[in-house]
């Protein structure tokens, strides 16, 4: 059971998760997972590691990013050492470790062009009264660079680290975000409600680029289910809201991974139980992307803006493995995976594709012996960087234009 004071503060989906995320450590302490897999590199790869700079004892980890073409920006988190050491030492909750103890909240930098960190931005000092970790970070057309860190705080920052701010109207629980029209930024709400309505849980944000909360579209608990929005996208030709879910019963039982279409408004135009949608997502002229996860196997479908579509099998995946973050770039799309594999889509005319993996050989001397890839994107040399939870870490994939071909469905 949660601690009252979880509860009370971020609401249902926070005790819902921190069953769920015990279940998983459990599950990667004992088994032979996607991690130990052998598997041979597509192309030429290198691991760039940073040094921990933070001003506590906490040891960070690279997150969710973004990049402007040439810096990948990226959270830096302890939720996983935090989590990992926890459960060393057999103690209670350790999803909840990174809160134990205030740190620095930090957004991690990396040169794509000269493949050098740099120093990373702080957004704040260890602060008692927000002791979590950056989570996800946006790259704003604006130039400013925006960030949640799940518990307790969603900010923004210029590039250079000055003029920092908090939005503290923001409430708690914000996960992924997102730059839709206008420039607004949506973010999934994956606990508690905004309200604090006991009839609602997980929800969508909306914010204006100053931080201003413009309205919120929640999700009411239905039959003792809770919802708790995911992943995030937004057409920018109609402006419906797409959002993945993960449900639980009040104890943690999975109930499942509804996919929502939410009008401009917030209604609910469409809900999708199978298949699982593992991903939407969009570029600027409207084509959706959508990976699509049934009986173990990734399909991605490609949506073109008058309504047709392609479908690309991306192959059976271990049970592990989830696709984590979708990222386009011109012609080129990057999907990145948990096992850090990186499917690679080239868009040709006449709405046809091109699908390549790079295959990422296992990565030594990191906690448990297995490492997570989190986000990838692309260097104007069309090289191929993701962020890894392996301590500080940065991995060149390969190049996209050499990566392993794969057959079209």
């Not at 943690?252 to 999708?272: K, M, N, Q, W």
Request: proline share 7%; aromatic share 10%; glycine share 10%.
């Amino acid at each position: 059971m949660c601690p009252g004071t979880l509860t009370r503060a971020f609401g249902p989906c926070a005790c819902a998760r921190t069953a769920v995320l015990l279940l998983s450590l459990a599950s990667l302490s004992g088994c032979g997972a996607f991690g130990h897999r052998a598997v041979g590199a597509a192309a030429p790869q290198k691991v760039f590691r940073a040094p921990q700079t933070n001003s506590g004892p906490e040891s960070y980890s690279s997150w969710f990013g973004d990049s402007d073409g040439h810096i990948f920006y990226f959270g830096l988190s302890a939720f996983w050492d935090a989590s990992l050491q926890c459960e060393a030492e057999h103690k209670p909750l350790c999803p909840l470790a990174d809160l134990a103890q205030p740190g620095d909240h930090l957004i991690g930098r990396f040169d794509m062009d000269r493949e050098r960190f740099l120093d990373p931005l702080v957004v704040r000092r260890a602060d008692p009264a927000a002791p979590s970790s950056v989570w996800d970070v946006l790259v704003h057309s604006n130039g400013r660079i925006y960030y949640t860190t799940m518990w307790d705080e969603f900010g923004s920052v210029l590039p250079d680290g000055t003029d920092v701010r908090y939005y503290p109207d923001a409430g708690s629980g914000l996960n992924e975000l997102w730059e839709g029209p206008d420039g607004e930024i949506y973010a999934t709400r994956y606990l508690g409600a905004y309200s604090g309505a006991q009839d609602e849980n997980g929800g969508v944000a909306v914010f204006g680029p100053d931080g201003e909360h413009r309205r919120e579209f929640t999700f009411k608990i239905e039959d003792g289910v809770l919802i708790c929005p995911r992943d995030i996208a937004v057409n920018p030709r109609t402006r419906d809201v797409w959002v993945n879910t993960d449900m639980f019963l009040a104890d943690g039982t999975p109930r499942g991974h509804d996919t929502f279409r939410l009008s401009p408004s917030g209604a609910v135009l469409e809900r999708i139980a199978t298949p699982w949608i593992a991903l939407p997502s969009f570029e600027a002229d409207g084509r959706g992307w959508f990976v699509e996860d049934a009986n173990g196997r990734w399909t991605l479908r490609i949506v073109e803006p008058d309504g047709s579509s392609t479908s690309l099998d991306l192959g059976a995946h271990d049970a592990l493995d989830v696709t984590q973050d979708i990222k386009h770039a011109g012609d080129i799309t990057l999907i990145s995976t948990w096992a850090a594999n990186v499917f690679v889509v080239r868009t040709l005319p006449g709405k046809h594709y091109a699908l390549s993996i790079l295959r990422v050989e296992r990565l030594k001397d990191c906690p448990r012996d297995f490492a997570l890839g989190y986000t990838a994107v692309l260097s104007p040399r069309h090289d191929v960087y993701e962020t890894v939870a392996c301590r500080i870490t940065v991995l060149r994939a390969g190049n996209a234009d050499a990566g392993q071909p794969l057959p079209a469905k």
